[in-house]
C-alpha cells in the first residue's frame, strides 16, 4: 500500500515540472517583449515595469535628478532614463550582441 503513495507522488511531481516546463517555454524574452512597444517616452515607470515583467538589473541616479535605469536579459540590454517623477524620457541604449 506503501507503493501507492510513492506513485501518486511521483505523478504529481511529473505533472508540476511539465506544467513549470512549459510555462517556461511559452515566457517571451525581455526583446522580444519589449519589441512591441510603440515607444517609451512619456510612459511611468509602473507601466515600463508591467511591459518588461521584470525589475532592472542596475539603476543609476543622476546629479540632475534624472535615473537611468537598465534592464539585461542574455545579449539583449536596455537603458532607459526616467525624470524625476519615474516618467520616462526615452531610451538612452539599446544593444543585441
Not at 511539465?18 to 522580444?32: D, E, M, N, P, T
Not at 539585461?72 to 536596455?78: L, T
Amino acid at each position: 500500500m506503501l507503493y501507492l503513495g510513492w506513485i501518486v507522488a511521483a505523478f504529481l511531481a511529473g505533472g508540476i515540472v511539465s506544467y513549470a516546463l512549459v510555462h517556461r517555454q511559452r515566457a517571451k524574452s525581455l526583446q522580444a517583449r519589449l519589441s512591441d512597444v510603440d515607444g517609451f517616452s512619456g510612459r511611468s515607470y509602473a507601466q515600463v515595469l508591467g511591459l518588461a515583467k521584470t525589475k532592472p538589473q542596475r539603476m543609476e541616479r543622476l546629479p540632475d535628478g534624472r535615473t537611468l535605469r537598465v534592464w539585461v536579459d542574455g545579449g539583449y540590454s536596455i537603458a532607459l532614463l526616467f525624470d524625476a517623477g519615474e516618467v520616462c524620457l526615452g531610451v538612452q541604449d539599446e544593444r543585441m550582441d
